[in-house]
Nanobody, 121 residues
């Protein structure tokens, strides 16, 4: 059984900062990509940022230059530092990890339960 547990969401004023963390635990052999997605009310879930096991990153255009994703491969954690937050960043943020359970197995997509980020104007 694999769990992704997020923390760090909350309410912040526009221009403020928040730091989201996600820890993967359970029967994990290897983690490929990790990332953060978000879903605002009435909208589809969208990519915020992703990071490979080698540290290559990509960001949504809307957060480029404001958000920074990082990971600790030894601890199976991924972090999203969010600066200069805007009201349009308000959403439920989900952690994602593509991982395998044992040597030679396929990789599977796993999601956290989500954490609410609310940015007031």
């Amino acid at each position: 059984q694999v769990q992704l547990v997020e923390s760090g969401g909350g309410l912040v004023q526009a221009g403020g900062s928040l730091r989201l963390s996600c820890a993967a635990s359970g029967s994990i052999f290897s983690i490929n990509d990790m990332g953060w997605y978000r879903q605002a009310p009435g909208k589809q879930r969208e990519l915020v940022a992703r990071i490979t096991s080698y540290g290559s990153t990509n960001y949504a255009d809307s957060v480029q230059g404001r958000f920074t994703i990082s990971r600790d491969n030894a601890k199976n954690t991924v972090t999203l530092q969010m600066n200069s937050l805007k009201p349009e960043d308000t959403a439920v943020y989900y952690c994602n990890a593509v991982l395998s359970y044992r040597l030679g197995s396929l990789y599977y997509n796993h999601w956290g339960q989500g954490t609410q980020v609310t940015v007031s104007s």
